[in-house]
């Protein structure tokens, strides 16, 4: 029999058992477009997450190299200068750089190495430069957005700090603290975190408002770390490798501590890896849902077999092969699930659509989602239907007509 003629059969057996298709089609829907969903967000927040890790407007690779200091009570003194104008003549002297300067601490890390004085003496301590603060309180309260829009004069201090500063502890609160030539009020006590590195800063030590340090526009100092950007097309590890080699000869620092890059393309694309996968195995938990619509296929099938014995004796009798019959209603399993994979697929980017809606970010739509589904679709419809199917062709013929 010609394909067409068995194509023709299957959809007019699927017209017959209108109700049973369709709620067999109903399960597909759902497990498809649970995947589709699953997959648009989780995408679109793959891509979301990358771009904000990423400065936008600049179309240029950048390096971020460190100073690591082997005593790191380096830091704490402001006259040192950890990259020397030679040092950044001679980085920008490398053929893939494009230019060089000292790193400044971003929005997220501002942290800075001031000079702060107490009534016991003067000292310096990393000040970080926030709008409000979350920290462990022991003592006292956190800094609050009311603080910054202000520009109050108040500071909180790690715990480890303030014993270095004071010599009672408990006389921390509401003591003055002169940091770079200007009176604060320490209003809280936190727990301090151990010691470590973001991007070119160490954790800071004391938190004053961001609104109060711009607007006396206390001074920055000099910062133990370069972001170098490099050329179009030049390679961003090979080329923070020269980097390093360089300063580790002829850098001012290279007797006091060693040079280390900060490759963020190696770290953009673990967390892109790691989104990835958080994003297939969502979608494999939700995809368990396919596999019921799959029993429930085949379940619909066994029951059409049933129903159609007399048919198929027919068929047979009148020059069918197993081929021909076996092909009818994977046929019919097919369609019924494709049909249902398409309409998964939409109601899938609908939803997908919607929830973005209350998200700060947009679902991401990709070809490959919807050859998935369809593959998907297909692959359910040839393997719950094909036991059915076979236990049609194999029927008696003499039995059935007896």
């Known amino acids: 029999m010609k394909f067409s003629v068995l194509f023709a059969d299957a959809l007019n057996a699927i017209k017959r058992n209108k109700k049973r298709s369709i709620l067999t089609m109903l399960g597909i829907i759902i497990g498809i477009g649970a995947v589709i969903t699953i997959i648009s967000i989780g995408n679109g927040f793959q891509k979301f997450v990358m771009e904000n890790l990423t400065e936008e407007g600049d179309e240029n690779l950048s390096i971020a190299i460190q100073f690591i200091p082997k005593n790191q009570n380096l830091y704490e003194n402001p006259n040192i200068e950890f990259f020397s104008q030679q040092d950044l003549a001679d980085i920008s002297a490398i053929d893939e750089v494009e230019k060089v300067e000292l790193a400044q601490p971003s929005d997220e890390f501002n942290t800075y190495n001031l000079e ?24 006292g309260r956190n800094l ?7 520009e109050e004069r108040v500071a909180i201090i790690g715990d480890k700090k303030a014993k270095e500063l004071f010599k009672n502890y408990s006389e921390t609160i509401g003591s003055p603290l002169v940091i770079n030539g200007l009176e604060y009020t320490i209003v809280g006590v936190y727990e301090q975190k151990a010691g470590g590195l973001t991007i070119g800063m160490p954790n800071s030590e004391i938190s004053i408002p961001k609104k109060t340090y711009e607007k006396f526009k206390q001074e920055n100092p000099n910062s133990s770390a370069l972001e170098v950007f490099i050329k179009s097309g030049a ?5 923070a490798e020269k980097i390093t080699d360089r300063l580790k000869e002829t850098g001012s ?18 967390i892109s890896n790691v989104l990835k996968q958080i994003t297939l195995f969502i979608a494999l938990i939700g995809s368990i849902s396919l596999f019921i619509a799959g029993i429930g296929m085949m379940n619909m099938m066994f029951i059409s077999v049933s129903e159609r014995t007399k048919e198929i004796g027919i068929r047979r009798a009148i020059g069918a092969t197993k081929g021909n019959i076996t092909l009818q209603f994977l046929l019919e399993g097919v369609t019924v699930t494709v049909i249902g994979g398409i309409f998964g697929y939409l109601f899938g980017l609908a939803m997908a659509m919607l929830i973005s809606a209350f998200l700060p970010f947009k679902a991401s739509v990709e070809l490959g989602p919807i050859l998935t589904a ?4 297909l692959g359910i419809g040839i393997i719950f239907s094909y036991a059915p199917a076979k236990s049609a062709a194999n029927k008696n013929v003499i039995e059935i007509l007896s």
């Open 144 to 150: 609050t957005d009311v603080d910054n829009e202000l």
């Open 253 to 270: 620092m290279k007797d006091v501590g060693t040079y280390e890059f900060f490759d963020i393309s190696e770290m953009m694309e673990g």
């Open 374 to 377: 369809l593959g998907i679709s």
């Open 235 to 239: 390679n961003v590890k090979e080329t």
């Open 116 to 139: 702060v004085e107490t009534v016991y003496g003067q000292k310096t301590a990393f000040v970080g430069v926030v709008e409000n603060t979350d920290d462990t309180i022991i003592e």
